[in-house]
C-alpha cells in the first residue's frame, strides 16, 4: 500500500526553526527589495529567538546596516564590527556572552558577505544551530531577490534600448544624433555624464563630441592614453570604480 504525508503532518512541520524558514520564503514572494523582505523578516526573528535586537549587515569598506530591527543605538554604535568581520574570515557562526545579555552572529551565503546579528538574554547555547540554519535560509533568500532585481533591471534596460534605436532613426543631423545619444546614455546608465568618441585613425586621435561636462562641448585626447586610449588598444571595456 502506498503511504501518503502531508507536510503539516510530519515532525518537521511543527519545528520553530522550519516554520521561520517557510515565513521568510514566503515574504520574499511579496517582496520586491532587500529592504522590503528584511522589513517583513526580521520583526519575526526577533520573536522566534526571544531576543531583543536583530540585524542584517554587509561589509562594504565599512559595515553597512541594511535592515534592523530591535532596540539599538541611535547612531549603531553598539555593533560588534569586529566580530563580524571574524565571522565571515572563519565561516562560521558564534555566540558570545556579554554581561547578563548574549550575541549570536552567523555568515549568510550571499555576494554581498552579510552577517545576522542576534543580542538578548535568552539567546542559548541551542540558539546558535538554530540561527545558521535561519541564516542560511535568509541568505539564499537574499541572493535569489537580488538576481530577480538584476534581471528585471536588464529587461527594463532592453526595452529602453530599443526605444532609444527607434528615436535614433528619427534623427537626420549627425551632431544632434550624437547629442542625444550622450543624453539617452546618462539615463539608461543612471550616470552623471556621457560622452560619445569619435576615432581619427589617421591623426592618433580620438574626438569627445559631445563631452557633456566639458566647457564647448569638444574634448581631444590621445588614442593610446588613458581609459578611453585603452578600451580603443586593447577593445575591450573597461569598468572603473571610483
Given at each position: 500500500?502506498?503511504?501518503?504525508?502531508?507536510?503539516?503532518?510530519?515532525?518537521?512541520?511543527?519545528?520553530?526553526?522550519?516554520?521561520?524558514?517557510?515565513?521568510?520564503?514566503?515574504?520574499?514572494?511579496?517582496?520586491?527589495?532587500?529592504?522590503?523582505?528584511?522589513?517583513?523578516?526580521?520583526?519575526?526573528?526577533?520573536?522566534?529567538?526571544?531576543?531583543?535586537?536583530?540585524?542584517?549587515?554587509?561589509?562594504?569598506?565599512?559595515?553597512?546596516?541594511?535592515?534592523?530591527?530591535?532596540?539599538?543605538?541611535?547612531?549603531?554604535?553598539?555593533?560588534?564590527?569586529?566580530?563580524?568581520?571574524?565571522?565571515?574570515?572563519?565561516?562560521?557562526?558564534?555566540?558570545?556572552?556579554?554581561?547578563?545579555?548574549?550575541?549570536?552572529?552567523?555568515?549568510?551565503?550571499?555576494?554581498?558577505?552579510?552577517?545576522?546579528?542576534?543580542?538578548?538574554e535568552r539567546l542559548s547555547p541551542e540558539s546558535l544551530p538554530a540561527a545558521l540554519a535561519i541564516g542560511r535560509v535568509l541568505g539564499w533568500t537574499l541572493a535569489c531577490l537580488s538576481r530577480v532585481d538584476e534581471c528585471n533591471g536588464n529587461v527594463q534596460r532592453l526595452r529602453q534600448t530599443l526605444e532609444l534605436a527607434q528615436t535614433f532613426s528619427r534623427e537626420r543631423e549627425t551632431l544632434p544624433l550624437l547629442e542625444l545619444m550622450a543624453r539617452r546614455a546618462t539615463q539608461l546608465l543612471d550616470c552623471d555624464r556621457a560622452s560619445i568618441f569619435i576615432w581619427d585613425r589617421?591623426?592618433?586621435?580620438?574626438?569627445?563630441?559631445?563631452?557633456?561636462?566639458?566647457?564647448?562641448?569638444?574634448?581631444?585626447?590621445?588614442?593610446?592614453k588613458g581609459i578611453v586610449g585603452e578600451v580603443i588598444q586593447t577593445g575591450r571595456p573597461v569598468c572603473v570604480d571610483d
Amino acid at each position: 500500500m502506498p503511504q501518503w504525508l502531508r507536510w503539516n503532518e510530519t515532525d518537521w512541520s511543527g519545528h520553530a526553526t522550519v516554520r521561520l524558514a517557510e515565513r521568510i520564503i514566503d515574504a520574499a514572494h511579496e517582496a520586491s527589495t532587500e529592504i522590503e523582505l528584511l522589513k517583513a523578516c526580521l520583526p519575526d526573528l526577533l520573536v522566534e529567538f526571544s531576543a531583543s535586537a536583530v540585524a542584517v549587515a554587509h561589509r562594504q569598506a565599512e559595515w553597512i546596516i541594511a535592515g534592523r530591527a530591535g532596540r539599538f543605538d541611535r547612531n549603531g554604535n553598539d555593533l560588534p564590527a569586529p566580530l563580524f568581520s571574524e565571522v565571515l574570515d572563519r565561516e562560521s557562526g558564534v555566540r558570545e556572552q556579554q554581561g547578563q545579555e548574549s550575541l549570536i552572529v552567523v555568515p549568510l551565503p550571499d555576494e554581498n558577505r552579510s552577517v545576522l546579528y542576534l543580542r538578548g538574554e535568552r539567546l542559548s547555547p541551542e540558539s546558535l544551530p538554530a540561527a545558521l540554519a535561519i541564516g542560511r535560509v535568509l541568505g539564499w533568500t537574499l541572493a535569489c531577490l537580488s538576481r530577480v532585481d538584476e534581471c528585471n533591471g536588464n529587461v527594463q534596460r532592453l526595452r529602453q534600448t530599443l526605444e532609444l534605436a527607434q528615436t535614433f532613426s528619427r534623427e537626420r543631423e549627425t551632431l544632434p544624433l550624437l547629442e542625444l545619444m550622450a543624453r539617452r546614455a546618462t539615463q539608461l546608465l543612471d550616470c552623471d555624464r556621457a560622452s560619445i568618441f569619435i576615432w581619427d585613425r589617421e591623426q592618433r586621435q580620438v574626438t569627445a563630441c559631445p563631452a557633456l561636462g566639458v566647457e564647448g562641448g569638444r574634448l581631444w585626447l590621445p588614442d593610446d592614453k588613458g581609459i578611453v586610449g585603452e578600451v580603443i588598444q586593447t577593445g575591450r571595456p573597461v569598468c572603473v570604480d571610483d
